[in-house]
């Protein structure tokens, strides 16, 4: 962007001044938008919505909103809904047409959870967790002494939280003699059975797991995963953290991975073979350029709260342009994460073959990146005067949501 932050492209001389009624500030938040690099090219629709710009659903124990397809219509697999609950509210016990995987990103919660075989599920989990419960199993969320905001994430791009199975709503739709019959009861001792559904509402912080987890049989296949067990793969300009099936089989139908990107960092060139990309960024701002093949291509910016979506196999990069790390994450439609990278493609095609494409010679060829490299350096700031000492990096993904 200039100076004045006017639409004028300095590179190739093209643009003019907007005079017209503008909000600059959403300007400032998308210079590539107002002024796209030369390479961008067509049309591609929108990919970027911001949950700041969702609908907030407030309610006695917390908030809830929501970006579906209907927010982003770019998004074909996946929906998302950023929810917060206080101390001792409930996410009340429900369920869904749909998968529904979870990371918490501030404070603690209980989560209970019963699966077809009568097999049931409790545990606490903490900023940085995840959870994920498969199309119909029965589950609460209840927040304990710090309260909690997390994340959702489901495998249906229309799903709206609105449009779960609420237990209370069941009963409330349901004729009181039917429900007295079932629970054996007189219909007196139901006299204050709920009306209309709870949905969030306030309660209690509980007691220790062990007071208050009641007989049963326990599942053999935990439902949450505790972050601080999942390494961190290591590259020169950031870490990615994989949670797929391999490391956490409850997750039959999602796959994610948490990216970190250092200032200065981009994740490389790359796309997905399998599935669309469901994008939420943490911290930071990033700068997404988008290849969609017949020429296509557009740029977009994206900070925390916002969601992105990358079509299905469609080139792209992701570069860090703050001050601090740039912290996302990926989720995919597919229980097992996969990706391509260019600079791997190239690396394994006979030298030749890729000179002659990009019309270079076969020893510059050779001397192009061989190894993985999911986050490479677009700019060291360690090989500049620049001081990087603000940067934070850690082996511990939950340190991020600390």
Known sequence: ????NEPIRQADQTGW?????????????????????????????????????A????????????????????????????????????????WHKEAEWAIMLKGNARVTALNENGE???????????????AGIPH???????????????????FSENNTFLLTDWLAHTPKDVVAANFKLDEDSLANLPTHE??????????????????GTPMTTPLTLHMKDVPAK???????????????????TISAAIVEVQPGGMRELHWHPKSEEWDYFMQ?????????????????????????????????YIKNIGDEPLIFIELFKNPIYSDISLNKWLATTPSQIVADHLNISKQTVENLPSEEAAVVWYHNPSQTKESTESAQSVDDASEYFS
């Not at 982003?72 to 429900?94: F, Q």
């Open 55 to 94: 609908h907030m659903r407030l309610e006695e124990g917390g908030w809830a909103r929501e970006v579906t397809n209907r927010e982003l219509p770019a998004s074909h697999d996946m929906a998302g809904v950023n929810m917060c609950l206080k101390p001792g509210a409930y996410r009340e016990l429900h």
């Open 120 to 134: 049931s599920f409790i545990d606490d989990i903490v900023a940085g967790d995840l959870w994920d419960f498969e």
């Open 234 to 252: 290591q590259f020169e300009a950031g870490k990615v953290w994989i949670v797929d099936q391999s490391v956490f089989p409850a997750a039959k």
């Open 1 to 4: 962007m200039t100076k004045q």
């Open 140 to 158: 609460s969320i209840q927040a304990l002494d710090q309260g909690c905001e997390f994340l959702l994430v489901f495998s249906e791009p229309d």
């Open 198 to 215: 709870k949905y969030i509402f306030d309660g209690e912080v509980p007691g220790p797991i062990d007071q208050v987890k009641r007989a």
């Open 17 to 53: 001044l907007d005079q017209g009624p503008r909000n600059v500030q959403r300007d400032l938040e998308n210079p590539d938008i107002l002024v796209p690099p030369t390479t961008d090219h067509g049309t591609i629709a929108n990919l970027r919505f911001s949950f700041s710009d």
């Open 284 to 316: 930071g701002k990033a700068k997404v350029g988008v290849f969609n093949s017949n020429s296509l291509a557009r740029t977009f910016n994206y900070q925390a709260g916002d969601v992105g979506v990358i079509p299905k196999e469609a080139g792209h």
